[in-house]
């Protein structure tokens, strides 16, 4: 045992506050009962707990939903946006005074340490509606003419990775565009969606301006397709992703994605090696993988391969997994069994194709899901490792000899959602960043959001842009 | 910095498991080869070594890691005096509260050292009688540095000659700010010298780099290096003179200095953060470093030191919380 061996320090489950035995949509400014009989059930990935039940939206929920989303757009959108700004402002208050109790719903919900949503999740949730309440009434000096109209009725599903950060990326540019919403939260993350829809209330938001409808894919698909929305916009992975686009080819209805990715965080023999070992565990690890701009594959230059190779199993060695709650806790559960399964396929096919494999030394706890961080050496590009997205927390590291070749294999992928740049050399950063095809170029960094900086992808990735003045663009009619 | 980038130096060095092989002599050769050595270390970015000490800062810690890490700290204190107005009195007081801080409650361990200006040496040495409490003594004109070799020499000979078991010395920051590093390493390899005493046997010698002067990162790193090459038994970051001290990322880089120097050449080194470390919090977050940058290793009094006065009462008061679960007040421990 080591010297220095950390206690428990668990944050409060309590905090969370009550959670329902079961749960319907809100809509209408009302938390109302499904039309149908089916429910989900929402599980703690890191003990498999039931935490609750809800309903498995129909076409019927669906539609009732977007009308109510209709009715509530005509007074909305006619509203002076300081007015809409002084909701916005007074969501984004009431999150950062409720911040400690989403913070541990969120991480029970989804696995994720306590540590990220109290210092990550919910500190840039507060900061999107702030942002965000700052442009209601700025929009004519936004650059899409002297008074631009808000697209109507948006329909926005989200992940479940970052489920209350994507529903704040969603919501917050919506409404402040004058837009209303109906947002389909992911059917293993459902809970901080329902606790934001009390905080709707809370605030005194009109009726109809946002309503939940929960429910797995099929309630997404029906909402996504509904003839009477006139924004769709996705986080997701990209197959379904290209379902969307299939559905809404030909039809009015406005559309963006922000998909996968397969992000190369680069490191240059001159890179700051200690601060660069941090961003790659940062890049990859920061919950639990489960990251759609993750730096999965790391592209290090030869000659300090084995350099960077020690410092970083070193460094993973004092990642700590465990329970999510745990102040802690550096890493915490997958998500849902189903991604465990995804995660230990393609792990599995990794060795198989002959990547050396190597994990720290981890007690896993024995209920849950879990997955020890991984890292894959000895990897080629043809390896399904360094391709597919793992989406978890499993990195695969290639090896380049030149800055052209670094920026060749970086972006020698379908995905093109973000990327990271290691160096002291100043001009070598901007030269990479100005031929890496990819949304976001992190340079000495990984991992970095702010509201004010637009996000988003090429390539399969996704297309229009989330956050920061760009972020307006796909809630406007322009 | 990583272990092999390090062997790949140590093979340049041609520096075996002993750091008194003459193969130092190459990389202190000439100015020149010593400069290209401390110039070819990795660079440090300012903005990410401050958010992984930030990180390390949010380690929650708590029962019995905490009475743990209390004690740990109390026992790595270097309780010190180093004011014009110290006087054998208060010195003697000092010494008293590094034997037995806490009075009526003996479980208390004492602090590793009690650190004084040379002249006050013989009073504190007495003072300890025959405690196992080092008396480390200030030398080479500190805080400033700024004298002549030979009244550095003089000013560690006395400290030495007067019984003092550590010495902390200071380099001369203008000779770094000016690039003339070999004068800075010739200092430290003749300061280390004048620590040998006649019977073969040496006081330890902790070299403070000022950080606070030396300003950025990749100088402190370098400083580090410097140090260790010359014969450092300890590094330290501050005088506690100046107007920034130790910080947690000042620190963290010397700590990956010595991770990185005992990789390279099997020299294990200490490491002192000095001045401006006040509160049971802050030495927690020190102790975490230490514990997830070096390990265990590097988790005893004689690897790592708090170079503090009034910390010590805060890690008391915090002790009897924990003990009594309230709060007592700084009427309950003794001020010195």
Same mark, same amino acid.
């Given at each position: ?33 499904? !039309? ?37 757009? !005509? ?86 990775? #970052? ?13 402040? !565009? ?17 606790? #934001? ?16 409808? *929960? ?183 290639? !090896? #380049?000899? *030149? ?45 970095? #959001? ?29 | ?10 093979? @340049? ?117 025959? %405690? ?54 010739? @200092? ?75 990789? %390279? ?21 020190? @102790? ?22 009034? @910390? ?25």
């Amino acid at each position: 045992m080591a010297l220095f061996d950390y206690a428990p320090a668990p944050e409060s489950r309590a905090a969370a506050g009550d959670i329902a035995s079961t749960y319907g949509h809100f809509i209408d400014g009302e938390f109302v009962e499904s !039309t149908g009989s089916e429910a989900l059930k929402t599980v703690d990935p890191s003990t498999e707990e039931v935490l609750a039940e809800f309903a498995q939206g129909t076409e019927a929920d669906v539609d009732r939903a977007v009308a109510a989303a209709r009715k509530a757009f !005509t007074s909305w959108s006619a509203l002076p946006g300081a007015e809409r700004g002084k909701y916005l402002f007074r969501i984004a208050r009431i999150i950062q005074e409720r911040s400690r109790e989403l913070a541990v719903l969120e991480s029970i919900d989804n696995g994720k340490p306590i540590k990220e949503t109290r210092d990550v999740d919910l500190p840039l949730v507060a900061a999107h509606f702030f942002y965000y309440a700052g442009w209601a009434d700025k929009l004519e000096f936004a650059g899409y003419g002297s008074n631009p109209r808000p697209v109507g009725v948006a329909a926005q599903v989200i992940p479940w990775n #970052f489920p209350l950060l994507m529903l704040a990326w969603k919501i917050a540019p919506a409404l402040a !565009t004058g837009n209303t919403v109906v947002l389909k939260p992911a059917e293993t993350t459902p809970l901080t969606a329902l606790r #934001f829809a009390e905080i709707c209330r809370q605030a005194g938001l009109p009726k109809g301006v946002v309503n939940i409808i *929960t429910g797995d894919g099929r309630t997404g698909a029906a909402l996504t397709a509904h003839p009477d929305v006139d924004k769709v916009a996705f986080t997701g992975s990209t197959e379904v992703g290209r379902a969307i686009a299939r559905t809404l080819a030909g039809t009015r209805t406005k559309l963006s994605l922000e998909l996968g990715g397969k992000a190369a965080n680069i490191v240059f023999d001159d890179a700051p090696i200690d601060q660069a070992v941090e961003g790659i565990v940062d890049g990859i690890f920061f919950n639990q993988g489960h990251v759609c701009c993750a730096g999965s594959r790391l592209l290090v230059q030869e000659s300090v391969h084995d350099d960077v190779m020690d410092a970083l199993k070193r460094r993973m060695s004092t990642l700590r997994v465990g329970d999510p709650l745990d102040k802690n806790t550096d890493i915490g559960a997958i998500n849902s069994a189903a991604q465990l399964a995804r995660i230990q396929e393609l792990t599995a096919a990794g060795e198989a194709e002959g990547a050396e494999r190597w994990s720290p030394a981890c007690e896993l706890p024995s209920t849950g899901y879990w997955f020890a961080p991984t890292v894959f050496s000895n990897v080629s590009a043809t390896h399904r490792i360094a391709r597919e997205e793992i989406f978890g927390p499993v990195l695969s590291v290639l !090896t #380049f000899r *030149t800055p052209e070749e670094a920026v060749a294999k970086a972006n020698n992928t379908p995905y093109g959602l973000s990327a990271g740049i290691w160096t002291e050399k100043g001009s070598r950063i901007l030269w990479m960043a100005s031929k890496l095809r990819a949304g976001v170029v992190w340079s000495n960094t990984f991992n970095k #959001f702010d509201p004010t900086s637009p996000f988003g992808g090429y390539k399969e990735s996704g297309y229009g842009r989330e956050g920061g003045r760009h972020g307006l663009e796909a809630y406007l009619d322009v | 910095m990583t272990e092999r980038y390090a062997c790949r130096y140590a093979a @340049l060095v041609s520096m075996s498991s002993s750091l008194a092989t003459s193969g130092l002599a190459d990389v202190a050769s000439s100015e020149a080869s010593l400069r290209r050595f401390l110039h070819g270390l990795p660079g440090i970015d300012a903005v990410g070594l401050q958010a992984r000490a930030a990180g390390l800062g949010t380690r929650s810690i708590k029962t019995t890691a905490k009475a743990y890490a209390i004690d740990l700290a109390i026992s790595m204190i270097d309780l010190t005096t180093l004011e014009g107005a110290d006087t054998p009195g208060k010195v003697r007081s000092l010494c008293q509260k590094a034997r037995n801080p806490d009075p009526g409650n003996p479980d208390v361990p004492h602090t590793a050292a009690v650190c004084v200006y040379p002249d006050m040496v013989p009073i504190a040495k007495e003072a300890l009688g025959g %405690a196992p409490i080092n008396v480390a003594a200030v030398a080479t004109a500190f805080p400033s540095g700024r004298a002549g070799l030979p009244v550095k020499l003089a000013d560690t000979a006395e400290a030495v000659a007067a019984g003092a078991d550590e010495v902390d010395m200071v380099i001369d920051r203008g000779a770094f700010l000016s690039g003339r590093y070999l004068e800075i390493y010739e @200092l430290i390899a003749e300061i280390k010298k004048a620590c040998e005493r006649p019977d073969g046997t040496a006081a330890h010698l902790k070299v403070i780099f000022e950080t606070g002067e030396l300003v950025t990162y990749d100088n402190i790193r370098r400083a580090s290096w410097l140090a260790m090459l010359a014969g450092a038994d300890f590094i330290k970051t501050s005088t506690g003179k100046v107007a920034v001290n130790a910080t947690p990322a000042n620190t963290l880089v010397l700590m990956e200095a010595v991770r990185d120097f005992r990789n %390279a050449t099997g020299v294990q080194v200490g490491v002192k953060p000095a001045g401006g470390i006040r509160t049971t919090k802050d030495a927690m977050k020190y @102790l975490v470093m230490v514990n997830e940058i070096l390990g265990d290793d590097w988790l005893s009094p004689d690897w790592f030191r708090f170079g503090a006065s009034s @910390l010590l009462n805060d890690l008391l008061m915090q002790r009897q919380k924990l003990a009594s679960g309230r709060y007592s007040g700084p009427d309950y421990v003794t001020v010195d």
